[in-house]
C-alpha cells in the first residue's frame, strides 16, 4: 500500500491551497483517512480526518478554514485550505486506516509530506 500526497507549495495569507492523497496498491477497504501536519520540533497533529461513513473530525485551527473530503471510487482524499494563515506552514502528511486483504487487521499508513508554506 502506498500514499501518494500532491499538492503542496507556497500560498500567501488569506490565500487557498488543495492537498490531494491517492491510496494504492492492495486494498480491501479503507476505514479513515486524513491529514496531519508537523513542524520541526513539534509533534505531529491532527488537521483534519474524515471516516468511511464521511464523518469528519477538524482541529480547533482548522474549523472553518479547511474542508476535507474523500472520493471513495479514487481512494483519494482531499483538504481543501482556505484563509491561510503563516501558522499553517507545515509538512502536512496523509494518512490512512487500510485493510489491505479481507480478513486482515487494519493498518495505518503514511504518505511521504508535503510542504506547506504560508508566506507573502
Known amino acids: 500500500v502506498q500514499l501518494q500526497a500532491s499538492g503542496g507549495g507556497l500560498v500567501q495569507p488569506g490565500g487557498s491551497l488543495g492537498l490531494s492523497c491517492a491510496a494504492s496498491?492492495?486494498?480491501?477497504?479503507?476505514?479513515?483517512m486524513g491529514w496531519y501536519r508537523q513542524v520541526p520540533g513539534k509533534q505531529r497533529e491532527l488537521v483534519a480526518f474524515v471516516t468511511s461513513g464521511a464523518s469528519t473530525t477538524y482541529a480547533d485551527s482548522a474549523k472553518g478554514r479547511f474542508t476535507i473530503s474523500r472520493d471513495n471510487a479514487k481512494n483519494t482524499v482531499y483538504l481543501q485550505m482556505s484563509g491561510a494563515k503563516p501558522e499553517d506552514t507545515a509538512v502536512y502528511y496523509c494518512n490512512a486506516i487500510i485493510k489491505p486483504i479481507r480478513g486482515d487487521p487494519s493498518y495505518n499508513y503514511w504518505g511521504q509530506g508535503t510542504l506547506v508554506t504560508v508566506s507573502s
Open positions: 496498491g492492495s486494498i480491501f477497504s479503507i476505514n479513515g
